[in-house]
């Protein structure tokens, strides 16, 4: 049985990558193929035109809650913000890195507003 | 305002095998 991975390592340059000079812009939805579910506090992914499937930890899930198609990303730094006790510098570092893992996987779509 | 926040850890996405031999 093949060991759980680390999905794609953010340090991988993508076409995908969000631009950091929209955080304010940049709307998150899931993929209309990506159906997940949240157990325990944390968030497993399937991906049905894949077949593969992806965990979330308890940051993660918490980042994927509000992915519904109407906030946009500095919209969720703000949630991390205020929730969790974290310098603003790395909740955002860490955000837009997990953002480019979603995208890149195909698990989550981002549109301009 | 003394709200309590919660512990942080880094998020992570981990990948799992197809859906199996």
């Given amino acids: 049985m093949a060991d759980p991975q680390q999905a794609t390592p953010p340090s991988i340059a993508s076409e995908h990558a969000v631009d950091r000079t929209m955080l304010a812009r ?12 949240s157990m325990e506090g944390e968030t497993v992914l399937l991906d049905l ?44 570092d860490d955000l837009v890195a997990l953002v480019n893992q979603l995208v890149q996987e195909g698990l989550l779509q981002q549109e301009g507003r | 305002n003394t709200e309590k926040k ?8 981990v990948k799992h095998e197809l859906l199996k031999d």
């Fill in chain 2, 6 to 13: 919660e512990s942080y850890v880094q998020p992570s996405l």
């Fill in chain 1, 49 to 92: 035109s894949t077949g593969r499937y992806y965990t979330l930890n308890r940051l993660g899930s918490v980042i994927w809650e509000h992915c519904t198609g109407h906030s946009t990303i500095s919209d969720i730094h703000a949630v991390l913000c205020d929730r969790f006790e974290v310098a603003s510098e790395r909740a955002l």
């Fill in chain 1, 26 to 37: 940049s709307i998150l939805r899931p993929s209309p193929d990506v159906q997940g579910t």
